[in-house]
């Protein structure tokens, strides 16, 4: 059984900070990228940040300078820091497993509210 468990998200004013937790369990971590995706109401789901079990990362441009992701093989969890915080990072946050080099084998958690306002 495979699962991904998201928590973190809360309601925070601009300029703030939150991390996201993801705890996988069923997957061989160390064979998957994992990665963070956002979707904001009445927009597509977006990619925000990506790492690999070697620690290369990847960022959208609106959040490079703010947001930082990392992973834990010991726990078996990617993590998410969000600093400086902006209403338009408002979305519910969606942790991603995708497998290094096999197509189709790709997991999704069920997400997270962030919502940044005053």
């Known amino acids: 059984q495979v699962q991904l468990v998201e928590s973190g998200g809360d309601l925070v004013q601009p300029g703030g900070s939150l991390r996201l937790s993801c705890v996988t369990s069923?997957?061989?971590?160390?064979?998957?990228?994992m990665g963070w995706y956002r979707q904001a109401p009445g927009k597509q789901r977006e990619r925000v940040a990506r790492?690999?079990?070697?620690?290369?990362?990847d960022y959208e441009d609106s959040v490079k300078g703010r947001f930082t992701i990392s992973r834990d093989s010991a726990k078996n969890t990617v993590y998410l820091q969000m600093d400086n915080l902006k209403p338009e990072d408002t979305a519910v946050y969606y942790c991603?497993?995708?497998?290094?080099?096999?197509?189709?084998?790709?997991?999704w958690g069920q997400g997270t509210q962030v919502t940044v306002a005053s």
């Open positions: 991603n497993a995708a497998h290094e080099y096999y197509d189709g084998r790709e997991y």
């Open positions: 069923g997957i061989i971590f160390s064979s998957y990228i």
């Open positions: 790492i690999n079990s070697g620690h290369t990362r």
